[in-house]
Nanobody
Framework: QVQLVESGGGLVQAGGSLRLSCAVSGGPFNAYNMGWFRRAPGKEREFVAAIKWNGGSTDYGDSVKGRFAISRDNANNTVYLRMNSLKSEDSAVYYC????????????????????WGQGTQVTVTS
């Protein structure tokens, strides 16, 4: 079965950077569109970023545009989220997700678009 495992979370000071990784196994990674979502305490899970199966399209949530960058390495079945200029409000559990259908920016931000999910990695930004 398809498994997604996130890593790279941790404690970082405001203004710092982190890179999250999500390793995918059990399925054809280069056929999956990938997304990152996050959930802060007491809040709904929100869209962070998405990338098409071939890396040809990316989309970002408004709160992270210009600070975060999603990328993928199809040779190593991994998707990344580079997070710069971190703020305390970026503190959350970050989840990666995979979807095998046609990529569309109309649907990439929706949780219901994604079939497979990881367990999440905690990011804590201290001020």
């Amino acid at each position: 079965q398809v498994q997604l495992v996130e890593s790279g979370g941790g404690l970082v000071q405001a203004g710092g950077s982190l890179r999250l990784s999500c390793a995918v196994s059990g399925g054809p990674f280069n056929a999956y569109n990938m997304g990152w979502f996050r959930r802060a305490p007491g809040k709904e899970r929100e869209f962070v970023a998405a990338i098409k199966w071939n890396g040809g399209s990316t989309d970002y949530g408004d709160s992270v545009k210009g600070r975060f960058a999603i990328s993928r390495d199809n040779a190593n079945n991994t998707v990344y989220l580079r997070m710069n200029s971190l703020k305390s409000e970026d503190s959350a559990v970050y989840y990666c997700a995979a979807d095998w259908r046609d990529y569309s920016d109309r649907y990439a931000y929706r949780q219901s678009t994604y079939e497979y999910w990881g367990q999440g990695t905690q990011v804590t930004v201290t001020s």
